[in-house]
């Protein structure tokens, strides 16, 4: 009688487990493929952030380039914006490409 009812038990609480593990795979607001996809996000995320964080960087070391010398800004700004004199012409060589060569 005491092992029938062990025996019945135990199968309750491995049921009951299992039962619940389905439930959270499957069936849960947090389920198991949402947070495969959060994951993945998080990754993209986290290399987004770190692309950004070398190109504030780099603007940075520009920004000092250019604010300390009229030359610089001069040049920085003829480049980078194409920006001309009223008595200029500027011609943009091209390759085969159609990008600008620098």
């Known amino acids: 009688m ?3 009812l062990l025996h019945y038990l135990r199968n309750f609480y491995v049921a009951t487990g299992l039962g619940l593990l389905v ?3 499957f069936f849960d607001a947090n ?3 949402m947070q495969i996809r959060n994951w993945w996000k998080l990754r993209e ?3 987004e952030a770190t692309f950004y ?7 940075q070391t520009e920004r000092r ?4 010398n009229d030359q610089l800004r001069e040049k920085f700004a003829r480049e980078k914006y194409l920006m001309k004199k009223p008595t ?3 011609f943009v060589i ?6 600008p060569i620098e």
């Not at 091209?94 to 990008?99: A, H, L, P, Q, S």
């Open 2 to 4: 005491l092992n029938r």
């Open 45 to 47: 995320q986290e290399a």
């Open 23 to 25: 439930w959270m795979t």
């Open 88 to 90: 200029e012409d500027i």
């Open 53 to 59: 964080q070398t190109q504030i960087q780099q603007v």
């Open 65 to 68: 380039e250019v604010l300390g």
């Open 31 to 33: 389920d198991l493929p």
């Open 94 to 99: 091209v390759d085969e490409k159609n990008g």
